[in-house]
């Protein structure tokens, strides 16, 4: 079925560190895609998406390429900061384009 | 703007227990979405409302679960009886009109455990 697969965590990285955490997802068509970012105490938020292949969405300096070739979906940051630290879902739409899949999550811990 | 609310955030019951959950979207928006959320995994749709209908609840296990959102607005997720396995984050969403193009905004989650 559709679905998305990204890298467990916890990813543990020192501040201005490169940051890339990977998800790729099931061929089935063209789907959007999206990364999802969970702080501390807080509810999810839309990080940045992609709609079509070779789009790439970006935010807050975080980075994503939309690679049909690889089914993939990679988050990437130049330099991280200690407020980067968070759990990141990889997700996509699904059923017709009106249901949002999830990733398991990856937690992002940036240490001073 | 006001985000989506949810209560209670936290709840402690025992096995065979029951619960309820409250969702209050963002104004305007008439998708509702409830997701479970399991330590370790990423959310899992449940049931998803456009207004007051159902658009998909082939992931709610209805034996035990039931929601509604009455007048197209606030929803209720009740669990009746609990099992320990419903341990988990119940988390609303919200997005503007009948599609969703994964927009979606999220309260911040009701923790249950069951014990």
């Known amino acids: 079925g559709d679905s998305v697969t990204q890298m467990e965590g916890p990813v543990t990285l020192s501040e201005e560190a490169f940051l890339t955490i990977n998800c790729t997802y099931t061929?089935?068509?063209?789907?959007?895609l999206f990364w999802y970012v969970q702080y501390p105490g807080e509810g999810l938020q839309l990080l940045l998406k992609a709609t079509k292949a070779d789009d790439k969405g970006s935010n807050k300096g975080f980075e994503a390429t939309y690679r049909k070739e690889t089914t993939s979906f990679h988050l990437e940051k130049g330099s991280v900061q200690v407020s980067d630290s968070a759990v990141y879902f990889c997700?996509?739409?699904?059923?017709?384009?009106?249901?949002?899949?999830f990733g398991t999550g990856t937690q992002l811990k940036v240490e001073l | 703007e006001a985000g989506v609310a949810q209560s209670p955030r936290y709840k402690i019951i025992e096995k065979r227990q029951s619960v309820a959950f409250w969702c209050n979207p963002i104004s305007g928006h008439a998708t509702l979405y409830w997701y479970q959320q399991i330590l370790g995994q990423g959310p899992k749709l449940l049931i998803q409302?456009?207004?007051?209908?159902?658009?998909?609840d082939s992931q709610l296990p209805k034996d035990r679960f039931s929601a509604e959102r009455l007048k197209g607005v606030d929803s209720t997720l009740k669990i009746q009886p609990a099992k320990l396995e419903d341990s988990a984050v119940y988390l609303c969403?919200?997005?503007?009109?009948?599609?969703?193009?994964?927009?979606?905004?999220f309260g911040e989650g009701s923790r249950l455990t069951v014990l």
């Open positions: 409302f456009q207004n007051n209908g159902v658009v998909d």
């Open positions: 061929a089935t068509g063209y789907p959007s």
């Open positions: 997700a996509r739409l699904t059923g017709g384009g009106n249901k949002l899949t």
């Open positions: 969403a919200s997005s503007y009109g009948d599609r969703t193009y994964g927009e979606l905004f």
